[in-house]
T-cell receptor
Framework: GQQLNQSPQSMFIQEGEDVSMNCTSS?????WLWYKQDPGEGPVLLIA?????ELTSNGRLTAQFGITRKDSFLNISASIPSDVGIYFC???????????FGGGTRVLVKP | GAVVSQHPSWVICKSGTSVKIECRSL??????MFWYRQFPKQSLMLMAT?????????EQGVEKDKFLINHASLTLSTLTVTSAHPEDSSFYIC?????????????FGDGTRLSIL
């Protein structure tokens, strides 16, 4: 089946730093979605991407749909403590199909 | 934005009990809802796709007689874990897509923490 490889698996951030994570696949996806999940809660949609090459921002978040349609990245600029959480990429291979999820990137605060 | 409500937030019950979890789309209609299971420090695993007015579609390895799904209206799907045992303890999350389809993304509920003693 389709798989999404998400990296890094975890990262430590210091307030003010920029953060970057990405997802790759061997399959072509028609839609890329980025979600954030806080402990004990469901994932919250951050950004949805629908066209190859599309670059979309949501506040300090920026995500891009790769030209090959097999990858996507998410950047967080000037991180703040509430950015801590787990970020998931997800994609559809076609409209209406079930979502395939990446393994998640756990963002933690540097001690 | 789209809101999906899931109830209850957490359940603790004895082994052998059946537990029902509700998933409601509050400000849109959803012909399709999805049920996921998530283990600690892992990603979401799709269990089944709930279709309004018809039978649910289960993923490989998911017992349909164990996890009963009913999607009787455009705003409500229920998951019943029948005769639950400790190994069924997990975080269950539902999601819903707006019935208008197309590129509407899935929106998720806040999950139900199920603990079977």
């Amino acid at each position: 089946g389709q798989q999404l490889n998400q990296s890094p698996q975890s990262m430590f951030i210091q307030e003010g730093e920029d953060v970057s994570m990405n997802c790759t696949s061997s399959s072509i996806f028609n839609t890329w979605l980025w979600y954030k999940q806080d402990p004990g809660e469901g994932p919250v949609l951050l950004i949805a991407l629908y066209k190859a090459g599309e670059l979309t921002s949501n506040g300090r978040l920026t995500a891009q749909f790769g030209i090959t349609r097999k990858d996507s990245f998410l950047n967080i600029s000037a991180s703040i403590p509430s950015d801590v959480g787990i970020y998931f990429c997800a994609g559809h291979i076609a409209a209406g199909n079930k979502l395939t999820f990446g393994g998640g990137t756990r963002v933690l605060v540097k001690p | 934005g789209a809101v999906v409500s899931q109830h209850p937030s957490w359940v603790i019950c004895k082994s052998g009990t059946s537990v029902k979890i509700e998933c409601r789309s509050l400000d849109f209609q959803a012909t399709t809802m999805f049920w996921y299971r998530q283990f600690p420090k892992q990603s979401l695993m799709l269990m089944a796709t709930s279709n309004e007015g018809s039978k649910a579609t289960y993923e490989q390895g998911v017992e349909k007689d164990k996890f009963l799904i009913n999607h009787a209206s455009l705003t409500l799907s229920t998951l019943t874990v029948t005769s639950a045992h400790p190994e069924d303890s997990s975080f269950y999350i539902c999601s819903a897509r707006d019935w208008r389809g197309g590129n509407q993304p899935q929106h998720f509920g806040d999950g139900t923490r199920l603990s079977i003693l």
